[in-house]
């Protein structure tokens, strides 16, 4: 089992139809909500699809807190 972080930002198997391959993770449990770095676009999947949609990289991206 992975253990995935929110900040993180993760490549996909399939780029999204903005053409976007990064992703970053907005929450984290039985459920992920991922938004595309490109274009803002949030969605959320079950971790099992999740997890076998992954296809690699593990970059932190944290954002400066106001």
């Known amino acids: 089992m992975n253990d995935y972080r929110i900040g993180e930002i993760v490549q996909m198997k399939k780029n999204h139809p903005c053409g976007g ?3 970053e993770i907005q929450r984290v449990g039985m ?3 991922i938004r ?3 274009c ?3 969605i959320m999947l079950p971790r099992t699809k999740f997890e076998k949609s992954v296809k690699k990289g593990r970059k932190f991206h944290f ?3 106001n």
């Open 21 to 23: 391959k990064e992703w």
């Open 31 to 33: 459920d992920f909500r």
């Open 36 to 38: 595309c770095v490109t």
């Open 40 to 42: 803002g676009h949030s």
């Open 63 to 65: 954002l400066p807190e």
